[in-house]
């Protein structure tokens, strides 16, 4: 039953109180402190290391897992795992290798980046892409996916659903980084408490319909009545090969989709850039192993939802859209803890649009209006136009998400599709940019607009061409249409080698025609980790190594 009970509401608007009334507390106490604007979007030396990892997770969860990702873990099963358990190995490599380059370089903004390391022109183009691709495509889906999480949960109507999301966000945005920071703590308890409280329905649900006790019970019956669901590694032979393509996995896209997302993305790295590199690495490795625990907190119920729809059970056979699992799931829970759910839900949803609000503010505040519309703004001002710019950018969400068609569209997977078309590009401008003195300029921008253009050349490719003999090596597959498509995971790969090539042919032909590009500053002492961390590290890498072994 889609409607929530009063002890449901009770125990979530505690919820709405705790975070509100220890996010006013936080505000109030940092106010005197410091009013820069520099503070207010990066809470510059505030936020300690477990802030920063819950922040990072917080900002990062949102409906988009407990809805989308869930419905591939009922599609696809425990391979959809590997954006969570990847990323974790990859937040590693971004707290050893990009933060100090950041920190070094007293970089703030990734536009800031590409101004430091390259140019204006460069900076102001990708600062302009960013603000549009935040506000139009991930503040919507994540307002849009949101709310229609908490209305088929709640009953309440999907535009109220959306309003509520967005006036929930703004208070917790207006107060800043050190706000948003800090109440990321309570947020991704209310998340992991709900999550577990789902799962262990979820098992429960399993082991009671075939008869076994306990959990343990309901888990093995997952694994013996869809064991093609706990299959790390995809065969070519599976259609959902497509989406993610064996060995691609490990070894190809799904590393520039996590290093690009991670490692530059002012999303997600604004919450360490305002740390101390011990502190800032610190909170990235916190985040890293919460990162392992996501997939039994959202893709596990999705698999168990599968089991059941397939046996037929209650509810659960008239799935339709995989999409529509978690919120099935929450439906069966008891009152009280249906309410702690949604209030996990929520809070995802609420962490993601404030992280989301906050960098689009930073980036329009300081990398467009002090550059273009005001250059000699005072650091009160720029605050000031920061939280304008929140109500702003919230306000578009609103009115923009419901007429772009994700209800129709939407899925976890066609949103990494939809971000793979500049993802390859961007990364390459950004991985050549810190560790290679001679990429200049040009090369970036044909990083940056090429790679996009040869994104769409190779998703349009399959009707232009026939491309089945791809297929013997692996690199194509049949699809709906039976046309021999690249999987997007693989175009992203074959599309980031060629921005490499490209930059690094135009950066040789510039340097030798005189052109002068201006390097980051670099020490390779900066790279070194003190033995906590790598202790920290191999652990992370240990257990990702026996779970893939376990479920290869």
């Known amino acids: 039953m889609n409607t929530l009970e009063t002890n449901d509401y009770i125990i979530f608007f505690i919820y709405?109180?705790?975070?509100?009334?220890?996010?006013?507390?936080?505000?109030?106490?940092?106010?005197?402190?410091?009013?820069?604007?520099?503070?207010?979007?990066l809470a510059e030396g505030s936020l300690t290391w477990w802030a920063i990892g819950a922040s990072l997770i917080s900002s990062n969860i949102s409906a988009e897992q407990f809805v989308g990702m869930s419905g591939s873990g009922f599609k696809i099963g425990l391979a959809i795992s590997t954006y969570e358990w990847m990323a974790a190995v990859t937040l590693v490599f971004v707290a050893v290798f990009?933060?100090?380059?950041?920190?070094?370089?007293?970089?703030?903004?990734?536009?800031?980046?590409?101004?430091?390391?390259?140019?204006?022109?460069v900076a102001m183009v990708?600062?302009?892409?960013?603000?549009?691709?935040?506000?139009?495509?991930?503040?919507?889906?994540?307002?849009?996916?949101?709310a229609i999480a908490v209305s088929g949960v709640s009953g309440i109507d999907l535009n109220w659903a959306m309003i509520g999301l967005a006036v929930f966000s703004i208070i917790i945005t207006l107060g800043g980084m050190k706000v948003i920071g800090y109440t990321s703590v309570v947020q991704v308890f209310f998340l992991i408490l709900g999550g577990l409280a789902t799962t262990y329905i979820?098992?429960?649900?399993?082991?009671?319909?075939?008869?076994?006790?306990?959990?343990?019970?309901?888990?093995?019956?997952?694994?013996?009545h869809a064991p093609e669901h706990f299959k790390m590694i995809i065969p070519k032979s599976d259609p959902n090969f497509i989406d993610l393509p064996g060995l691609s996995v490990l070894l190809g896209g799904m590393w520039i989709v996590n290093l690009n997302y991670w490692g530059c993305n002012q999303y997600i790295v604004q919450r360490a850039l305002g740390a101390d590199l011990k502190t800032a690495r610190t909170g990235i490795l916190f985040a890293a192993f919460l990162k392992l625990l996501m997939p039994v907190l959202i893709v596990v119920p999705?698999?168990?939802?599968?089991?059941?729809?397939?046996?037929?059970?209650?509810?659960?056979?008239?799935?339709?859209?995989?999409?529509?699992?978690?919120?099935?799931?929450?439906?069966?829970?008891?009152?009280?803890?249906?309410?702690?759910?949604f209030a996990a839900?929520?809070?995802?949803?609420?962490?993601?649009?404030?992280?989301?609000?906050?960098?689009?503010?930073?980036?329009?505040?300081?990398?467009?209006?002090?550059?273009?519309?005001?250059?000699?703004?005072?650091?009160?001002?720029?605050?000031?136009?920061?939280?304008?710019?929140?109500i702003v950018s919230t306000i578009l969400g609103v009115v923009i998400a419901p007429h772009l068609g994700m209800d129709k569209q939407g899925g976890f997977q066609y949103i990494q599709e939809y971000t793979g078309f500049v993802s390859p590009g961007i990364f390459a401008m950004f991985i050549l940019g810190f560790f290679w003195k001679k990429a200049t300029s040009n090369a970036a921008l044909f990083a940056t607009i090429g790679g996009f253009i040869f994104s769409v050349i190779f998703k349009f490719l399959p009707g232009w061409m026939d491309l089945s003999f791809l297929h013997p090596l692996g690199f194509?597959?049949?699809?709906?249409?039976?046309?021999?498509?690249?999987?997007?995971?693989?175009?992203?790969?074959?599309?980031?080698?060629?921005?490499?090539?490209?930059?690094?042919?135009?950066?040789?032909?510039?340097?030798?025609?005189?052109?002068?590009?201006?390097?980051?500053?670099?020490?390779?002492?900066?790279?070194?980790?003190?033995?906590?961390?790598?202790?920290?590290?191999?652990?992370?890498?240990?257990?990702?190594?026996?779970?893939?072994?376990m479920f290869w």
Request: aromatic share 12%; charged share 15%; with cysteine.
């Open 16 to 41: 709405f109180l705790m975070v509100a009334g220890y996010g006013w507390w936080i505000y109030a106490k940092k106010k005197s402190e410091s009013s820069g604007s520099r503070d207010y979007f």
């Open 98 to 121: 990009f933060i100090p380059v950041y920190l070094k370089n007293k970089i703030y903004t990734m536009p800031q980046f590409l101004h430091q390391r390259y140019n204006g022109t």
């Open 126 to 146: 990708m600062a302009v892409f960013w603000l549009l691709l935040y506000v139009i495509v991930n503040l919507t889906s994540i307002m849009y996916l949101g």
């Open 202 to 224: 979820a098992l429960t649900q399993v082991a009671d319909h075939f008869g076994t006790p306990g959990i343990i019970g309901g888990f093995k019956q997952m694994i013996t």
């Open 302 to 341: 999705g698999i168990a939802a599968y089991v059941l729809h397939k046996a037929e059970s209650g509810s659960f056979t008239s799935i339709e859209n995989p999409d529509s699992a978690y919120p099935v799931l929450l439906n069966l829970l008891p009152v009280g803890l249906k309410g702690l759910s």
């Open 345 to 390: 839900l929520t809070a995802a949803v609420v962490a993601s649009l404030a992280g989301k609000v906050n960098s689009i503010a930073t980036i329009f505040t300081l990398d467009i209006y002090k550059k273009v519309f005001n250059t000699g703004a005072s650091e009160k001002n720029l605050v000031i136009v920061g939280k304008i710019t929140v």
């Open 476 to 549: 194509a597959i049949q699809n709906a249409s039976g046309l021999y498509e690249i999987p997007f995971l693989d175009r992203m790969g074959f599309v980031f080698v060629i921005c490499i090539v490209g930059m690094y042919l135009i950066s040789l032909y510039e340097t030798r025609k005189g052109v002068k590009p201006e390097a980051l500053e670099i020490d390779t002492k900066m790279f070194k980790t003190n033995p906590g961390f790598i202790a920290g590290s191999l652990i992370i890498t240990g257990i990702l190594v026996a779970l893939y072994t």
